[in-house]
């Protein structure tokens, strides 16, 4: 009790605050998601994620290597691809945008590990993440088209695949095909727990993907259900992911608490563009230390559980942490 146990003792100056410190992170959590786009020679800034760039291979290569000279491990990447259909079949072009930059990438920084995203809303031209039927989503009939775009990933490079679809029983379709056609090294990371959240408004105008009719309800997750993610890590889990993801994840810290608390994989959180963007135009307006605002949130992203974070913070992130 007072004054004997006086907890300002080991706040006296940043040596003893960093002895002390509980949760500390580095450029090795970061994935850092890139958006691929076709064409030569294009870098086009996505207005509402200052920063964050459409590129094309070609530029997206040197972008890589930054990447990777900042120690961040890893990228995630999205393609906009030239043309757009009902069944989204750029999708699994062995020629696509994102399978043509894997291999650029994997030739020009071969250390660089390289995750893709999987799922096709990128790639309809309804916007939607499936195949649609009697205007909705058909589960099943999606499940081949998205193991059909693992695959070509793979076959091009890839180290890692990330479904984002919310499809039920994706991760056992993907995972028998990558088997069926000899990749059973190449590891998944689900978007285990990813709900219909408003946050992604920003990262609609970057990947191009927004709906051109209804929302994805019917197949991400409600925010009001905790428990319901719970469920659905264990179906994933089940079905052979290697990594497991909560998405969103600041307004969702309790949720990557619950799932760390649950299991024993790795587990990812993906702190989503709208969680960027506020920080950076509050930052840009004045009203807050830009910095000081994304290491706490990284930091309380980290606290919660999460092992690797995707984040659009990641280069400056990392470049705060080498100084």
């Known amino acids: 009790m007072f004054p004997v146990h006086r907890f300002r003792r080991l706040r006296k100056n ?54 990777h000279s900042l120690g961040i491990p890893a990228i995630l990447l999205f393609g906009i691809p030239e043309t757009k259909d009902e069944l989204g079949t750029s999708a699994y072009d062995e020629k696509g945008v994102v399978q043509d930059a894997i291999k650029a990438i994997k030739d020009a920084v071969p250390e660089l590990y390289v995750i893709t995203d999987v799922c096709l809303c990128e790639f309809t031209s309804h916007g939607h993440c499936g195949f649609i039927e009697n205007g909705d989503v058909n589960n099943d009939k999606t499940l081949a088209l998205l193991a059909m775009e693992a695959v070509s990933h793979a076959k091009a490079g890839a180290d890692m695949v990330a479904p984002s679809d919310m499809m039920d029983g994706r991760v056992a379709a993907i995972r028998t095909s990558l088997d069926r056609e000899g990749f059973s090294d190449i590891p998944i990371m689900s978007y285990a727990a990813k709900y219909s959240s408003a946050f992604y408004g920003p990262f609609r105008e970057a990947a191009e993907s927004t709906p051109r009719f209804g929302d994805r309800r019917s197949y991400q997750m409600d925010p009001a ?75 309380s992203i980290v606290r919660a559980g999460a092992d690797f974070i995707l984040t659009y913070f990641a280069k400056d992130a990392a470049g705060l942490l080498r100084k």
């Open 225 to 299: 259900n905790k428990r319901e993610a719970l469920k659905e890590v264990t179906l994933d889990i089940e079905e052979g992911a290697d990594i497991i993801m909560v998405k969103p994840a600041l307004a969702y810290l309790d949720v990557i608490a619950a799932v760390k608390s649950s299991f024993v994989l790795p587990l990812a959180a993906y702190n989503v563009s709208g969680e960027y963007s506020m920080v950076k135009a509050a930052a840009a307006s004045g009203w807050i230390d830009g910095d000081r605002i994304m290491m706490e949130v990284l930091t």
């Open 14 to 67: 940043e040596a003893i605050r960093r002895m002390v410190r509980e949760t500390a992170i580095s450029p090795d959590c970061f994935i850092y998601p890139l958006f691929v786009t076709y064409g030569r020679g294009v870098k086009k800034e996505i207005p509402s994620m200052p920063g964050c760039y459409q590129e094309s291979a070609d530029v997206l290569v040197s972008h890589a290597k930054e990447v």
